[in-house]
């Protein structure tokens, strides 16, 4: 497992941007997929976001994809995600999440991951 550390969460406008970061300390992310989710109450851990252990392969929900940008920097240990053309629905707890080499399908299951942020708030008003 690795520590993970989310944080850029903030309040925006509809039509705003953010760029959440996802750092982790001690053990490096390489060979790590990480993912983006997200939480409102009463619904279900979402799938947002995932950037394979190669760096070379991204999926997004539909619900995001062409709005937002999932990037890694290895050497920095960081994954982001940049946010654009944000909608009010948007709006919920952000984490990112971590596992050693997975690719394909099981990468928009939360379950399929073994190490978590603690979050951080995203809140878009109209």
């Known amino acids: 497992q690795v520590h993970l550390v989310e944080s850029g969460g903030g309040s925006v406008q509809t039509g705003g941007s953010l760029r959440l970061s996802c750092t982790t300390s001690?053990?490096?992310?390489?060979?790590?997929?990480v993912g983006w989710f997200r939480h409102t109450p009463g619904k279900e851990r979402e799938f947002v976001a995932a950037i394979y252990w190669t760096g070379t392969t991204s999926d997004y929900a539909d619900s995001v994809k062409g709005r937002f940008t999932i990037s890694r920097d290895n050497a920095k240990n960081t994954v982001y995600l940049q946010m654009n053309s944000l909608k009010p629905e948007d709006t919920a707890v952000y984490y990112c999440?971590?596992?050693?080499?997975?690719?394909?399908?099981?990468?928009?299951?939360?379950?399929?991951?073994?190490?978590w942020g603690l979050g951080t708030q995203v809140t878009v008003s109209s």
């Open positions: 001690g053990r490096p992310f390489s060979g790590h997929t």
């Open positions: 999440a971590a596992r050693l080499g997975a690719v394909g399908a099981v990468v928009r299951y939360p379950g399929n991951y073994n190490s």
